[in-house]
């Protein structure tokens, strides 16, 4: 019953911008936290950014500087503000939502990077 959309993904060169937005809709139970990863071809899904219920916003090393996550005033979408892209940062961005029952996930959105 749990949703989660992603959207806001595309093509951009190195140095632009983008934000993506997780819509989540249907939400039962207390959330964790959210979060987004990112996956390439053939490689792990790694994780990207967290915002707890507290606020806190812990970062991979790999984004920290460039990227921002946020949630709006309603609670019901998670942001990841993207800033100084680089090709390295081309994946399938995924939200993720964690509750006191189980995880969920977006479908996802490709981002790709440019030179």
């Known amino acids: 019953q749990v949703q989660l959309v992603e959207s806001g993904g595309g093509l951009v060169q190195a140095g632009g911008s983008l934000r993506l937005a997780c819509a989540a809709s249907?939400?039962?139970?207390?959330?964790?936290?959210m979060a987004w990863y990112r996956q390439a071809p053939g490689k792990p899904r790694d994780w990207v950014a967290t915002?707890?219920?507290?606020?806190?916003?812990p970062y991979s090393d790999s984004v920290k500087g460039r990227f921002t996550i946020s949630r709006d005033g309603a609670k019901n979408t998670v942001y990841l503000q993207m800033n100084n892209l680089k090709p390295w940062d081309t994946a399938r961005y995924y939200c993720?939502?964690?509750?006191?029952?189980?995880?969920?996930w977006g479908q996802g959105t490709q981002v790709t990077v440019t030179s």
């Open positions: 993720k939502l964690s509750t006191t029952g189980p995880d969920y």
């Open positions: 249907g939400t039962i139970g207390i959330v964790n936290y």
């Open positions: 915002i707890t219920s507290d606020g806190s916003t």
